[in-house]
């Protein structure tokens, strides 16, 4: 799946774009704000490398599922949020710039969990033996610096010089993300081909409870710390959209085991299907809140 062209470069591509109309919408001072109040960088962190990989292991327990797929869908599980969640939140209406620092910093930190939750897992599970995983870490920066850091920089640097270009920009950035998701749905079912229905069938059921769960959880633990609502998006998105590129790359070329990677597969395709109702729920509750 890593040598599809479509996923590996066009996609990355696109959002590279996409995130710097992103930026067109961001300035300095949005960044402060998150700084002034740090609450909800601190919970969205937090619960991003502990709760989130725990959820994954509860619902691989109670699902019943194979060793080596329980252990993939806690591979999912403990990834960070990837570039498409900042999209996301975007289309939604949430605070995108903490979907960017939950991002950047999950993406750091999971460095070092995401190898102790699959110990932890290996463990724990039924069946399941220890699996020696290395982070790719040039992979992981990359991603980082060139989807989501010099992009949204790009687009700032736009806003800060010339604010009608931007305003004007970033009116179809609507319309292009939404084109995007569905790119993304439509080069994983066609990569995966007739494989996707025996996949679908052996995690799709693990994988959906797992992905409605943490959307929930991450709404509910905002809402619990008492964040605005656009920040209570934000978490809520970070959750549920994963690098599930990230988790394939581990999968496919460091443990090469793809068995060990359906989970991740098949939740790439999930996570968008739900991120259409997200956004569109989104975007409903903040309507709602400005009139």
Do not use: H
Not at 7 to 17: D, E, K, R, W
Not at 40 to 47: K, M
Not at 92 to 113: D, E, F, Y
Request: a positive charge.
């Amino acid at each position: 799946m890593q040598d599809n062209p479509v996923i590996a470069i066009g996609l990355p591509v696109a959002l590279a774009v996409i995130m710097v109309g992103i930026g067109l919408s961001l300035t300095l001072a949005d960044f402060r704000a998150q700084a002034r109040t740090p609450r909800a960088t601190i919970i969205g962190t937090l619960g991003q490398v502990l709760l989130v990989p725990a959820i994954g292991i509860a619902v691989a327990m109670a699902m019943d599922l194979p060793p080596i797929m329980a252990l993939g869908l806690v591979l999912v599980a403990a990834c960070p949020g990837g570039s498409t969640s900042n999209l996301v939140t975007y289309l939604a209406r949430g605070n995108v710039a903490l979907s960017i620092i939950l991002t950047v910093v999950a993406s750091l930190v999971v460095i070092v969990t995401l190898p102790g939750w699959l110990d932890v897992a290996g463990r724990i599970l039924p069946g399941a033996t220890g699996l020696s995983v290395t982070v790719p870490l040039g992979q992981t920066f990359g991603l980082l610096v060139g989807v989501i850091l010099v992009p949204v920089a790009i687009g700032m640097a736009i806003k800060a010089k010339k604010p009608a270009l931007a305003a004007k920009l970033e009116r179809g950035m609507s319309v292009l993300g939404a084109l995007v998701l569905l790119l993304a749905i439509a080069a994983v079912a066609v990569d995966l081909g007739g494989e996707i229905v025996d996949m679908v069938i052996a995690v799709g059921p693990a994988v959906l409870v797992f992905n409605v769960a943490v959307i929930l959880a991450g709404g509910a633990l905002a809402w619990v710390a008492r964040v605005d609502r656009a920040s209570q998006l934000a978490l809520a998105v970070e959750y549920g959209i994963k690098n599930s590129t990230l988790g394939l790359v581990i999968a496919l070329t460091v443990v090469r085991d793809d068995e060990f990677a359906v989970p991740a597969a098949v939740y790439s395709i999930v996570m968008y299907v739900t991120a259409v109702a997200v956004i569109a729920i989104g975007r409903r509750m903040m309507a709602t809140s400005a009139s």
